[in-house]
């Protein structure tokens, strides 16, 4: 079974600082993919960024990055030079490398909220 | 990016209706589509994976019954709550596995389901 832990139930960032999120997971599958997602107060899930378990290299898409460590299991959001507009939770997902039938399940952690202090 | 959208984004219904939600692929094939489910401040839920052409598979503690899922086509799956009642109410979101692409998931915009 697969897990994925958030510790941060909540932080604060000034805005145009940066800030990590952090993200611990459990599986005993050799093959796995990480992914973050943001979701707005509108409900709506961003997909952020992804980081193969195979990747050498961390992820990083504009202003989001990935640090991943794959002995200790993690896989920490690093967002930089915040903005207002990234106030919101924060999801950190696993997909295992097949779920059965053909499907690729995504197990989610239960969330950060972000808050951008002006 | 890939597009899924939901309908309705918001429904009320009285306790006892039915009420089904659509879940459409826009410019992609999906062979495979999931559905949570989220309490309020809390994570999303797994209710589901739906299979195009098959029955649906559905988490532990799920009401199969009660949560209907129709995949009729590689663009389209149905969720209906049948005999809702107020603690079916929630945010429903699916999400659709790209067919050719099968590590790709896009998300929905969610269903915002009030029983009264």
């Known amino acids: 079974a697969q897990k994925i832990t958030q510790t941060q139930p909540g932080m604060f960032v000034q805005e145009k600082e940066a800030v990590t999120l952090d993200c611990t997971y459990d599986?005993?599958?050799?093959?796995?993919?990480l992914f973050w997602y943001k979701q707005p107060s509108s409900g709506e899930m961003i997909f952020l960024i992804y980081?193969?378990?195979?990747?050498?290299q961390n992820a990083t898409e504009g202003r989001y990055s990935l640090n991943f460590q794959k002995a200790r299991k993690s896989a920490n959001l690093v967002i930089s030079a915040s903005q207002l507009g990234d106030s919101a939770m924060y999801f950190c997902?696993?997909?295992?490398?097949?779920?059965?039938?053909?499907?690729?399940?995504?197990?989610f952690g239960k969330g950060t909220k972000l808050s951008v202090i002006p | 990016g890939a597009v899924v959208s939901q309908h309705p984004s918001r429904v009320i219904c009285k306790s006892g209706t039915s009420v089904k939600i659509e879940c459409r692929s826009l410019?992609?094939?999906?062979?495979?589509m999931f559905w949570y489910r989220q309490f309020p401040k809390q994570s999303l839920m797994l209710m589901a994976t739906s299979n195009e052409g098959s029955k649906a598979t559905y988490e532990q503690g799920v009401e199969k019954d009660k949560f209907l899922i129709n995949h009729a086509s590689l663009t389209l799956s149905t969720l209906t709550v049948t005999s809702a009642h107020p603690e079916d109410s929630s945010f429903y979101i699916c999400s659709a596995q790209n067919r050719d692409r099968e590590y790709e998931q896009y998300f929905g915009p969610g269903t915002r389901l009030t029983v009264t």
């Open positions: 599986t005993s599958d050799q093959s796995y993919g």
């Open positions: 410019d992609f094939q999906a062979t495979t």
């Open positions: 980081q193969g378990s195979y990747d050498e």
């Open positions: 997902a696993m997909q295992a490398a097949y779920s059965g039938a053909g499907s690729y399940q995504l197990t």
